[in-house]
């Protein structure tokens, strides 16, 4: 009987998961698929209508000098402490960072996780909340490092058995000291950064894969087939989901969401290139956009598209061949530029400013599209060996009035907004950058390609 007992013991302990880390978890395979058919809503009423992207003029591509005197505005610089969701903030668009602008190397920390191979993990999700960074490896092992002890302080991997060599992509957002976590399993989760535990986790069968935005105590995400959810924060229950068209050809080109907090709107792009707009509180859809030409038949045509931002009562669409202003309450477009943009647009007081992957920077009228002032990016560099060496362009940023890129291979070119006269250029990590480029408090922060973390003053 003792015999017995032993060996029964000796098969319940391995059969469970366990974390040297963080203690004992439940293998997250065994966790329920939630069920997908309740709680929908409809857009039977919806105001839809099809956009004609592909504009009749020809791609921008001259450079032209703005009118003197050039009357060009933006918003003052803010400082941000806490960087909680993707884009930082709700409407995806932060105008004008404050840096100190010393561009002085203070810290470089130990290489924080492995990824593998040579891969492109810029658009990983890395947060900063009360000095600390979070984020994530290709395992799916989350961690903090505190930026002021300059280590980690906590790991921990939610999956187990089943999932244990599978690559994960992990998007993350923070909303009073909880972590939520909804990866390319389907799985949706909540950390208690405050005592480093599990509070629930949920199986939604599909893969999820969008940003992730909070508003009236809901999260919005969408999963791979392009349906919406809004989710209870408390204990991860579906409150209700939307079912827009699916797309069967995967781009580089992610389920996008941005939130007008002012109307209540949730405003969403999916990877067919339809665009929503939800009231998020009586769950009604406002209109619907659709940029996908009708008269092609199949799903054999990608839509690709740059992250959507709001400013005021505008929402920008960066498509492949044009970028669009709409008024989003009432459909109304304002403009629209053809252009072939190569990062996400940044929308300021009373203009726009975005790269084109003809190497110009253009400086547009917010409320009318007119070009202000256009320039190529390397003109004044006069060294064709440099510019050949830069490589892509990760990121764009207004830092402290100035117009900020950056380049995977580790460059930063700064440029006036006034009229993108060049400022100087500057190689700031020498094994490049592999993330975007964060600002929190009076520093500068990225991850270079070692997944080292460099931070500036």
Avoid at 165 to 182: C, G, Q, S
Avoid at 211 to 225: G, R
Avoid at 356 to 385: M, P
């Amino acid at each position: 009987m003792k015999r017995l007992l032993i060996i029964l013991g000796v098969i319940i302990l391995a059969s469970c998961s366990f974390d040297n880390k963080t203690g004992i978890w439940k293998d997250a395979s065994n966790i329920p698929v939630e069920d997908s058919g309740l709680g929908s809503i409809q857009n039977d009423n919806a105001n839809q209508r099809y956009e004609e992207i592909f504009t009749k003029d020809k791609i921008y591509n001259e450079e032209k000098v703005g009118s003197i005197p050039l009357n060009i505005s933006i918003d003052q610089p803010i400082k941000v402490s806490n960087w909680v969701e993707q884009y930082a903030v709700p409407t995806n668009n932060i105008s004008n960072f404050y840096y100190t602008n010393k561009d002085v190397l203070v810290s470089k920390s130990s290489k924080l996780s492995k990824f593998s191979g040579n891969k492109n993990y810029s658009n990983r999700s890395v947060l900063f909340y009360e000095n600390k960074l979070i984020s994530y490896d290709h395992k799916g092992t989350i961690f903090l490092y505190d930026l002021e002890f300059k280590k980690k302080i906590f790991e921990y991997n939610f999956y187990k058995k089943n999932f244990k060599n599978f690559e994960k992509e992990i998007y993350l957002l923070i909303d009073k000291n909880v972590l939520f976590a909804a990866d390319n399993l389907g799985y949706l989760y909540a950390i208690d950064l405050n005592s480093r535990s599990l509070l629930w986790a949920k199986n939604y069968g599909i893969p999820f894969r969008s940003n992730i935005k909070f508003a009236n105590n809901q999260l919005f995400l969408a999963n791979q087939d392009n349906v919406i959810y809004s989710i209870n924060i408390q204990n991860g229950d579906k409150n209700w989901q939307f079912a827009t068209s699916l797309t069967f050809l995967k781009s580089d080109f992610y389920n996008n969401f941005a939130v007008d907090e002012v109307n209540n709107n949730l405003i969403f792009l999916n990877t067919s290139g339809e665009l929503y707009s939800i009231n998020y509180l009586d769950q009604k859809i406002n209109w619907v956009l659709n940029f996908k030409n009708p008269s092609l038949a199949g799903d054999t045509d990608l839509f690709l598209s740059q992250p959507i931002i709001v400013k005021n009562n505008d929402v920008l669409i960066s498509t492949e061949k044009a970028i669009f202003s709409y008024n989003h309450l009432n459909t109304i477009r304002n403009w629209s530029f053809s252009i072939e943009p190569s990062l996400k647009p940044v929308s300021t007081l009373n203009h726009v400013f975005v790269l084109a992957n003809n190497d110009l920077l253009i400086c547009l009228d917010l409320s009318t599209g007119n070009v202000i002032w256009s320039k190529n990016i390397f003109k004044e560099i006069g060294n064709n060996k440099i510019s050949k060496k830069i490589g892509k362009f990760y990121d764009m940023k207004i830092v402290n009035g100035n117009i900020n890129l950056f380049s995977n291979e580790g460059y930063s070119f700064s440029y006036k907004f006034e009229d993108g006269s060049l400022i100087n250029f500057k190689k700031l990590s020498r094994s490049g950058i592999n993330s975007k480029i964060y600002f929190i408090n009076e520093s500068m922060l990225l991850l270079d390609n070692s997944n080292k973390l460099l931070r500036y003053n």
